[in-house]
């Protein structure tokens, strides 16, 4: 039962390939595959001065430029973006059984003539899967119903529809990945004190209470809708296996200050489990061999778990 998992240490001229390499020194439970430069994660051995081990497999994706630290080249947009996608083919071949992805730089990807809005959506396209981003620590596990969108387009991102099927993938993840049995999911509402009854808004009473009831009624445990001020608590988080956000900033900024070190962002609903770091490409200190590898830690650890649980028979 030990998983392969594809490691992609992202953008080459942030603190990704550093991570990877202290990653690399370590023993886990798992075998980890690189898939990206090469050349890269030498230079960033040579910073660390750390050992690039001879055994560790590497799926070699060379860069056309190399990049000064900490100044992205738009020129390595597309090898960047092909580090994710054959690792996500090898996971979809069954080659590898979870991917565990590095910080990219978006507006490197974008600048290099990709559209590009994030590993992410990448690689729910490249699956022809919908998806559910959840981030997650030993604290508290959050998933969002909206991600990046402006928060005036957010109420009318609110549906049934919506509400329904990202509530059916947590539940089904909280089940296979994190071995939930029975999972019981708070959900926030979206106005202040969840609307109180329909005076700060009707969001709740038309839209998130009658999908709740409805799920109640197939053998769903949820709870709420949640004034969101209130629900993070920590005698009521005890009683949930998950929280369900409305937006970004509604439930992140909590998560972020219970434990940012070691939180980690999953993609829920792929056919194989994939975890990142929660954290970006941290260009200021790419070079300085100073970046913490706790969150690629995690990361790394969760998607053995999963990965694991997965293969169970």
Not at 295 to 313: D, G, K, V, W
Request: aromatic share 4%; charged share 20%; hydrophobic share 45%.
């Amino acid at each position: 039962m030990r998983p392969r998992l594809a490691l992609v240490p992202g953008e080459p001229a942030g603190i990704g390939p550093e991570l990877v390499v202290r990653a690399l020194q370590r023993e886990w439970d798992a075998d980890l595959i690189v898939f990206g430069d090469g050349a890269s994660l030498q230079r960033a051995a040579a910073v660390l001065g750390y050992p690039l081990p001879r055994n560790v497999e590497i799926v070699d994706i060379p860069h056309p430029v190399v990049a000064a630290l900490g100044m992205p080249a738009p020129a390595n947009a597309a090898s960047v973006v092909e580090a994710l996608t054959r690792a996500a083919q090898a996971c979809l071949d069954g080659d590898c059984h979870g991917i565990v992805t590095g910080p990219v730089h978006k507006a490197a990807i974008n600048d290099g003539g990709i559209a590009f809005t994030g590993t992410t959506g990448l690689l729910a396209a490249h699956a022809g899967r919908e998806v559910v981003m959840m981030l997650a620590n030993d604290i508290v596990r959050v998933a969002l119903l909206t991600v990046h969108m402006p928060l005036r387009e957010v109420a009318d991102a609110i549906t049934a529809d919506a509400l329904e099927r990202t509530l059916r993938i947590v539940d089904a993840a909280l089940r296979r990945d994190f071995g939930v049995d029975a999972p019981t999911i708070a959900v926030l509402g979206l106005n202040p004190h969840a609307g109180e009854g329909g005076h700060l808004g009707r969001e709740e009473l038309d839209i998130i209470e009658p999908t709740l009831e409805r799920l109640r009624g197939e053998g769903m445990q949820l709870v709420g809708p949640l004034p969101a001020d209130t629900a993070f608590l920590p005698e009521k988080l005890r009683g949930f296996d998950a929280v369900l956000a409305m937006y970004h900033d509604q439930g992140l900024p909590v998560l972020k200050y219970s434990d940012f070190a070691n939180a980690v962002n999953i993609s829920l609903g792929l056919p194989y489990p994939r975890v990142a770091v929660d954290h970006g490409t941290a260009l200021d200190l790419a070079g300085k061999g100073v970046a913490d590898p706790a969150s690629l830690y995690a990361a790394i650890r969760t998607c053995a778990r999963f990965a694991r649980n997965r293969m169970q028979p």
